[in-house]
């Protein structure tokens, strides 16, 4: 079986992007006392992180900002209210269609990543369909800005399973707890 993961990066205070959707302050400041992975004899490989997921759900935000040209090899879905015929590998789906498909896609094998924000996330977190999640935190505090969770219905419980520092940043692994 597959896995649903979202890996994204973050404020200290939650935010993904400045009001006006930038993401300038996305960059880490190390200091010296901390054992950063990106400088050590086996750094961490984003190319290998991407390579294991072969879907990728993207919201309609992130698409007009052109990140789909990021996964020219990957099966992409947006996530949008437009009725959009599909164009190549990219799959225009509708947001309470986004879930299930993935869900049914998970059990044929397929790992997804979720690239987006609050609102291609929040069904997905309603669903409690997301395995794995790889949160980033930059050292910056915004105070406003675009969040990367919304209000939800029921809490979420997660189990903290790695933290490392990478390029000045931590970075949190979690997984769904249990049950």
């Given amino acids: 079986m597959g896995k649903i993961a979202l890996s994204i990066v973050q404020s200290v205070d939650g935010f993904i992007a400045n009001q006006d959707d930038s993401f300038d302050f996305i960059?880490?400041?190390p200091s010296p006392e901390l054992?950063?992975?990106?400088t050590s004899d086996d750094p961490y490989n984003l190319e290998a992180f991407f390579d294991a997921y072969d879907i990728v759900v993207m919201g309609n935000a992130s698409y007009k900002m052109g990140f789909a040209s990021d996964f020219p090899n990957k099966t992409i879905y947006v996530?949008?209210?437009?009725?959009?015929?599909?164009?190549g590998n990219l799959h225009f789906v509708k947001p309470g269609q986004i879930v299930k498909l993935m869900l049914a896609k998970k059990k044929q094998d397929h790992n997804i990543y979720l690239y987006g924000g609050g609102v291609m996330l929040q069904p997905f977190m309603a669903a409690d369909a997301i395995d794995e999640y790889i949160i980033g935190t930059v050292p910056i505090i915004l105070g406003k800005?675009?969040?990367l969770f919304y209000e939800l219905p029921d809490a979420v419980p997660l189990q903290l399973s790695q933290v490392d520092v990478i390029g000045g940043m931590t970075i949190h692994i979690y997984h769904r707890r249990p049950q």
């Avoid at 054992?35 to 990106?38: E, N, T, V």
């Avoid at 996530?79 to 164009?87: H, I």
């Fill in 79 to 87: 996530v949008t209210n437009q009725d959009r015929p599909n164009e």
């Fill in 145 to 147: 800005g675009k969040a």
């Fill in 35 to 38: 054992k950063d992975l990106s």
């Fill in 27 to 29: 960059e880490g400041y």
